[in-house]
């Protein structure tokens, strides 16, 4: 399968607990986005990567997240000291940089629950 | 801001029937449009695109879409529903001038198909 892929695909922590999700993007693809996708909303735009170089990171990344894609292939995303409120499902993009119109294809996401 | 706007949360229609889901944008610059189609357990699927050009753009699995610049809107249709099309389907936009390509999304509307 040359699909986006994300482990794991679902967490269940205790508050306070750190965890950590990878994804692996299509080999080709350059540019690695994060999104987190709460109850009956649409994802939002948390950080990307073109390569292993993070260029953006959203305001909804506190400093408890950390992204790292340390050889421009696969990233971790880190939540450390879990709230509540992290819980949602977090997924992962990837897509060609060339051509700002280009698709971006989404793994099939990570869901944590903070109890 | 750039924002989406997605007026229904649930729609109901009947197999057979036809389909339109509403979708307004705000965005200062010339927008790239998607609809995505999101089925429990899966990731986001891309159902079509516009960029530029013809304003009526045609997706997979039968979907089309009109950009109305003069509305701000960019609904999508389908002729006829059939049982699978219940899912979840989200409008989004990206910047034309914005290299990162981050996705903005509406909060999304629930399709229910009724036998």
């Known amino acids: 399968d040359t699909g986006v892929s994300q482990d794991p695909r679902h967490k269940i922590t205790k508050r306070g607990q750190n965890v950590t999700f990878r994804c692996d993007p299509i080999?080709?693809?350059?540019?690695l986005y994060w999104y987190r996708q709460t109850l009956g909303q649409g994802p939002e735009f948390l950080t990307y990567?073109?390569?292993?170089?993070?260029?953006?990171k959203s305001r909804l990344l506190s400093d408890r997240f950390s992204a790292e894609r340390p050889k421009g292939s696969f990233s971790t995303l880190e939540i450390q000291r879990t709230e509540q409120g992290d819980s949602a499902m977090y997924l992962c993009?990837?897509?060609?940089?060339?051509?700002?119109?280009?698709?971006?294809?989404f793994g099939p996401g990570t869901r944590l629950t903070v109890l | 801001a750039q924002s989406v706007t997605q007026p229904d949360i649930h729609i109901t229609v009947s197999e057979g029937a036809s389909l339109e889901l509403r979708c307004n944008y705000s965005?200062?610059?010339?927008?790239?449009l998607f609809w995505y189609v999101q089925s429990p357990g899966q990731g986001l699927q891309l159902l079509l695109k516009y960029f530029s050009g013809d304003t009526l753009v045609q997706g997979i699995k039968g979907f089309e879409a009109e950009f109305k610049r003069s509305q701000s809107s960019f609904n999508l249709r389908k002729p006829s529903v059939h049982w699978s099309d219940a899912a979840e389907y989200f409008c989004?936009?990206?910047?034309?001038?914005?290299?990162?390509?981050?996705?903005?999304f509406g909060q999304g509307t629930t399709l229910q198909v009724k036998p």
């Open positions: 965005y200062g610059a010339t927008p790239y």
């Open positions: 993009a990837s897509r060609q940089s060339s051509g700002a119109h280009n698709e971006q294809f």
């Open positions: 990567f073109q390569n292993e170089a993070q260029l953006e």
């Open positions: 989004a936009v990206a910047g034309w001038s914005s290299n990162t390509g981050k996705l903005i």
């Open positions: 080999s080709e693809h350059n540019r």
